[in-house]
């Protein structure tokens, strides 16, 4: 007697729950690592699947690199209070205010990059040994080889050489001291996935995710929110349009599309007749063809 | 929709990154940007068209040999289903790679250059598609733009494919001639090759029956995690969450938990705000039981008229994972599901030279190795045979003094 497989959507949740109570199981100290964007919301929900009636057995941890998008922050907060669960922040300007950072100068200074600093010291600080993030592999083709177990040492470096086997549904957490491993339960979901979960789920977004009227500036052919954390000067010319986020980074390194999606089903009618992929809107991925790999190495989420 | 994971064993030379690469293409899933950055890139075909095979190009080591050295993961979607493609390397240095994506896949697609026909590779990839139990095989023979897309290469590839894959335990296989390159029979039937009358490669990936096992008999969900709020509402609330891997279970079911061997009843299923009457494989849930019993995570839940076998001596298939070669004197771990225990290699039965599928006698396994053993372990392990209920029969073995996966087991029978 046999039948077919679980609806796609049924067989990922269930999977990424599975890898939840996994990392659960396998770990003393996990944390999940909250951007406040739709990656990480899903993970939230997908917790909560996991681990009701109970807590998470894990707290959330946001690093803030001051440049958040302030309906980000707006929604962090509304949600922790929804959920009654642990939120841990990291601050990047402690980072710099400690010196163990230098904030970068000119047009197309960001904090992006100096976040890696904060978090692998937040994770140092709490002995964290597992990090959930919301990192999928359909993103980058750096992310395609990356496992759903993925070990770092202490460094926060990732060995794409060094990668253990993953089979079946096993995930081998087994760390020596100082290292942490990087847990990505939806590795297998691509964006058009985790947009039709959250509408199937009815789960809140940040508001900048849905279009709205907002100033915004041209920066390397690219639309930026107008704000002071981007250094803009005279030759910013600042236009009012209708936009919209595709992903919730920092402000600096986020750049908005023009789009009139103001509701979940616009957005997945315009993803679906997409012509540029969701990493195509960071201006930090164009730096070179290998900069997600070469970040990754260093230790980024 | 549902979703089928392939995996496509074959290698560069086979052109198996350009029908990956044409897959995506000719389908529509690959996106603006990404489609730039291939047009600047400076590979190209001889006749100055894109060169697909970058598409699945992973990694800057990858890049710089030219060859794929892992599992990279593909995504796509036509209106009929959603696919996942391991895309492994087909050198006999990555076979564990090979392995690694097989375990995951219903579906291989085992490539043949129309010029070489079956050849040693074609041996050992199919070696592992039955080692490994997938449910459906497509051989692809490509390249058929370069032997005229003459229909008689390709009965003659039939024919020797199907001399050797006798001797193999093989579910179902499709015969498929095609051009990557030129785009024939990937996702388009092509005029060109009009003697055929079967389906194109993606028409039957989008049709082909996907099957799990959901009979009663293989009840089978390890306890990953158990649930207890100690809140004051909820002072004796206790769940056992875990993913069912085979079969279903439904309310007032009578289990098994195992290895302690106590009965009890499932009182109620639970999936976040639904009770759901019944637990299907693959669902991921959390079981109430009547009778309060000691259960911890590593512990199975199973159908009381139906046990998995018991034992800490385990006759099994071997695949060796690590560059340091296995050591008989040495303690490994075992993971099977959420139990994890000590283990020893007891016995090495024999090696499979995996080119002709000799059986060789052999003092220990090395990289890529694969073979029968027999595995002790520390504590007792509830297991189907792999070849019959795949989700409870699978298991890793690994290395504590460097933590590595260092080999793949898929469990037989109980050692006498």
């Not at chain 1, 100082?178 to 339960?185: A, D, Q, S, T």
């Not at chain 2, 389908?27 to 047009?39: F, H, K, N, R």
């Amino acid at each position: 007697m046999s039948k077919n497989k679980l609806n796609y959507l049924d067989d990922l949740e269930a999977e990424a729950i599975h890898i939840l109570r996994e990392v659960a199981g396998q770990f003393e100290k996990p944390a999940l690592l909250f951007s406040g964007g739709k990656d990480s919301i899903t993970l939230v929900r997908l917790a909560e699947k996991a681990f009701r009636p109970g807590k998470f057995p894990f707290p959330l941890v946001h690093i803030d690199t001051g440049h958040n998008f302030p309906e980000t922050i707006a929604y962090r907060d509304e949600m922790i209070k929804r959920i009654g669960e642990k939120l841990i922040v990291g601050y990047v300007q402690d980072s710099i205010d400690q010196g163990k950072v230098v904030e970068q100068k000119g047009k197309n200074a960001s904090r992006n990059a100096l976040q890696t600093v904060t978090l692998l010291d937040t994770i140092a600080q709490h002995q964290f040994d597992a990090c959930i993030g919301g990192a999928r592999r359909d993103e980058e083709k750096a992310r395609a080889k990356e496992r759903i177990f993925s070990v770092r040492d202490e460094f926060g470096q990732w060995d794409p050489k060094r990668q253990r086997p993953e089979l079946w549904n096993l995930y081998n957490g087994k760390i020596h001291k100082g290292e942490n491993v990087r847990v990505f339960p939806i590795s297998n979901w691509t964006e058009l996935d985790v947009w039709n979960y959250i509408r199937r789920e009815n789960i809140p977004l940040p508001t900048i995710y849905f279009a709205h009227e907002r100033d915004v500036i041209t920066r390397n052919g690219q639309l930026m929110a107008a704000a002071e954390a981007l250094n803009m000067d005279e030759e910013d010319i600042i236009t009012r349009r209708n936009v919209r986020f595709r992903t919730v980074g920092d402000m600096t390194c986020t750049a908005a599309v023009e789009s009139d999606a103001f509701e979940i089903d616009d957005i997945i009618n315009e993803i679906s007749a997409s012509k540029i992929s969701e990493r195509g809107a960071r201006m930090d991925d164009k730096v070179s063809e290998a900069a997600m790999e070469d970040r990754k190495k260093g230790g980024y989420f | 929709m549902d979703i089928l994971k392939f995996l496509t064993a074959g290698s560069v030379d086979d052109g198996k990154s350009t029908l990956i690469g044409r897959l995506l293409y000719d389908s529509d899933s690959i996106l603006v940007d990404q489609l730039e950055a291939l047009q600047k890139s400076n590979r190209k075909n001889d006749d100055g068209t894109i060169d697909l095979a970058i598409l699945t190009d992973g990694l800057k080591a990858e890049r710089e040999q030219g060859i794929t050295i892992d599992v990279a993961y593909k995504y796509f979607q036509t209106e009929k289903r959603k696919f996942i493609i391991a895309d492994t390397p087909g050198h006999i240095q990555y076979t564990r790679n090979m392995v690694t994506g097989a375990s995951n896949a219903d579906l291989a697609i085992i490539l043949i250059d129309a010029r070489k026909g079956v050849i040693e590779q074609t041996i050992r990839h199919s070696y592992l598609v039955s080692l490994l139990a997938l449910q459906h095989v497509v051989v692809a023979v490509n390249k058929m733009d370069m032997v005229d897309y003459d229909e008689e290469v390709f009965n003659k590839i039939v024919k020797d494919y199907q001399r050797m894959a006798g001797k193999l335990n093989l579910n179902e296989v499709t015969y498929i001639p095609v051009s990557a390159l030129k785009g024939d029979n990937i996702v388009y039937k092509s005029d060109r090759i009009h003697w055929y009358k079967g389906k194109s490669l993606l028409d039957h990936l989008e049709t082909v029956p996907v099957d799990i096992d959901d009979s009663t008999d293989h009840a089978r969900m390890p306890v990953q995690w158990i649930i207890r709020p100690q809140t004051d509402e909820l002072h004796d609330y206790r769940g056992y969450a875990g993913r069912v891997l085979s079969g279903s279970f439904k309310v007032n079911d009578k289990i098994t938990v195992l290895p302690s061997g106590f009965n009890s009843t499932i009182s109620k299923i639970e999936f976040f705000d639904r009770e759901p009457a019944e637990a299907s494989a693959g669902m991921s849930v959390t079981l109430h039981l009547e009778d309060e019993i000691d259960i911890s995570r590593g512990d199975i839940l199973v159908n009381a008229q139906s046990h998995p076998k018991i034992s800490q001596l385990i006759e099994a298939d071997l695949c060796w994972m690590d560059t340091k070669p296995m050591d008989t004197s040495l303690m490994y771990l075992v993971q099977h599901n959420s139990k994890t225990t000590r283990c020893k290699i007891q016995d090495i039965l024999y090696k499979v030279n995996i080119n002709t599928l000799e059986q060789v006698n052999a003092e220990s396994f090395n990289l890529n190795d694969i073979g029968r053993v027999i595995l002790k372990t520390a504590d007792p392990l509830a297991f189907d045979a792999y070849q019959e209920n795949k989700p409870n029969g699978g298991a890793i073995i690994i290395d504590s003094r460097t933590n590595l996966t260092v080999g793949a087991l898929m469990f037989r029978a109980i050692a006498d």
